[in-house]
Structure formats: C-alpha cells, structure tokens
C-alpha cells in the first residue's frame, strides 16, 4: 500500500530523488520540492522514525519530513530531534473542473515571464515557484483588454502522474473578479489531461483561495511538516548523535 501514497509518488518521480525502504515503511528524499528540501514519507510511525534517523545523516539536515499531518504528529512524537513547522492543506482533484473560461487565460511565452516575476514581486513575494527556477515548467496567465498581466499561476514539480499547481497570485487592484478560480479552472484541467491528479498546497490563513479552490471540486487533505529543532548557537541537532 505504501507505494500507491500519492505524496510518496510524487516525491519518487523527482530528478534525484533518493528513496529510503522498510517493510512497513517509506521515505523519500528530495531536494527543492515546492521549494523546500523534502523527506516524504508513508506508513508505519515507528518504522518511519527509523527510516527519517537514517535518512538525515544521509542526505543533510535541510531535509524536513512531510506528510499527512497525523503522521508527521506520530513521528514527531517518536523522534525528539524533531518538531512539527507547518500545518497546511494537500488539495486535489481527479476530474476535470469544466465550466467556460472563455479565451482569456493561456499558457505564456517565456518571453513574458519578466512579467510574472514583476506580478510576483507585487502581490505574492512569498511564492515557492519563480519564472526560470527548476521544475517550474510554465506559467499561465490573464491579460486585461489593455494587455496588462492580471493573474498568474504556474505548472511546477510536475510528474507523469500528478499535476501541480503553484504561484497562483491575482493583481491586488484586480481581484474579486474571479480571475483566480477562472485561470486555476483553466491549468488545471490543462494539467489533468493524462493525468490521475492534479494538486496544489495552501495555507489555512488563506481563507479566500481555500474557499476558491473547495468550489472548484478541489478536495483538502490535511499534510504537516517537521524541522529539526534548533540549539541555543542556532545550530541544527543531527537526527543521529552517534558517529556512522
């Protein structure tokens, strides 16, 4: 059952993905997944604790576990070098949204990315995906009558199997329009195509694209991430204090 965890496929998929095996167990290193150095994870919580002792030694203590976020609570809870960073949402979907966006949003040529970073600089500095960066494939994009970028929304960390969606942003002086929910309609159904799902990660706090999202069909599943706790000089604790 193990392999069939989207979040553990998804992970698998990446370049360099490194993958670590228990029976009951799997973790998956890979670095610069939705921007953060990532170690995946699915099954048993006492196995996993093992495999995260393992793996950190292995491949560095920038890497923090992700998961649902009961599991990520339960290893938490068996790993003392660990404590949970960040609740947030895992939203999906399996069947296309549909609906008409009309011939508004598009795929945009790379020569118009200056434009999305400018979009980004404005109104979403905190995006995990940038024009140019790696796994960020694409960027989909409304212009008004007058040309001007409205909204955005990128095709990154991308597999075969999932779609994901990421720097979804609106101007500020141009939401309330629906520019969000028509683009996302737009990409995401561009992103299904071939494709079992198509996911996107958001932040509670984020009450109006939650909402946006949920109306689209997108369902919510809970996911968590862990970090290594900090010493008083502001160092990392190894997941291992014992020498390999």
Same mark, same amino acid.
């Given at each position: 059952?193990?392999?069939?965890?989207?979040?553990?496929?998804w992970a698998a998929?990446?370049e360099?993905?490194?993958?670590?095996r228990?029976?009951?167990?799997?973790v998956?290193?890979c670095?610069?997944?939705?921007?953060?150095?990532?170690l995946?994870m699915?099954?048993?919580?006492?196995?996993?604790?093992?495999l995260?002792?393992e793996?950190?030694p292995?491949?560095g203590? &920038?890497? @923090? #576990?992700?998961?649902?976020?009961?599991?990520? =609570? %339960?290893?938490?809870?068996?790993?003392?070098?660990? !404590?949970l960073?960040?609740?947030?949402?895992?939203?999906?979907?399996t069947?296309?949204?549909?609906g008409?966006?009309?011939n508004g949003?598009?795929?945009?040529?790379?020569d118009?990315?200056?434009?999305?970073?400018?979009l980004?600089?404005?109104?979403?500095?905190d995006?995990?995906?940038?024009?140019?960066?790696?796994?960020?494939?694409?960027?989909?994009?409304?212009?008004?009558?007058?040309?001007?970028l409205l909204?955005?929304?990128?095709?990154?960390?991308?597999?075969?199997?999932?779609g994901f969606l990421?720097?979804? &942003?609106? @101007? #500020?002086?141009?939401?309330?329009?629906g520019? =969000? %929910?028509?683009?996302?309609?737009?990409?995401?159904? !561009?992103?299904?195509?071939?494709?079992e799902?198509?996911?996107l990660l958001?932040d509670y706090?984020?009450?109006?694209?939650?909402?946006?999202?949920?109306?689209?069909?997108?369902?919510?599943?809970?996911?968590a991430?862990?970090?290594?706790?900090?010493?008083?000089?502001?160092?990392?604790?190894?997941a291992?204090?014992?020498?390999?």
């Amino acid at each position: 059952m193990v392999q069939q965890d989207p979040f553990v496929r998804w992970a698998a998929a990446a370049e360099n993905a490194r993958i670590f095996r228990h029976p009951a167990a799997t973790v998956v290193a890979c670095a610069g997944l939705a921007h953060w150095d990532r170690l995946v994870m699915s099954g048993d919580p006492d196995a996993l604790a093992a495999l995260v002792r393992e793996a950190i030694p292995e491949v560095g203590t &920038t890497f @923090r #576990p992700f998961g649902p976020e009961d599991l990520v =609570a %339960a290893v938490v809870a068996r790993v003392p070098e660990l !404590e949970l960073s960040a609740r947030f949402a895992w939203m999906e979907i399996t069947e296309p949204v549909g609906g008409q966006v009309g011939n508004g949003p598009r795929w945009l040529g790379e020569d118009e990315w200056p434009e999305v970073t400018a979009l980004l600089d404005e109104s979403f500095p905190d995006s995990y995906a940038r024009p140019g960066q790696p796994r960020v494939h694409r960027w989909a994009g409304v212009r008004d009558s007058a040309g001007r970028l409205l909204a955005v929304a990128a095709d990154a960390w991308s597999t075969d199997e999932i779609g994901f969606l990421a720097g979804v &942003t609106t @101007r #500020p002086d141009a939401r309330g329009r629906g520019l =969000a %929910a028509t683009l996302c309609t737009f990409a995401a159904d !561009e992103l299904l195509a071939g494709r079992e799902r198509v996911a996107l990660l958001a932040d509670y706090s984020n009450v109006a694209a939650v909402a946006t999202y949920r109306k689209l069909g997108f369902d919510l599943r809970r996911v968590a991430a862990a970090r290594q706790i900090s010493r008083p000089d502001g160092s990392r604790r190894a997941a291992r204090d014992a020498p390999r």
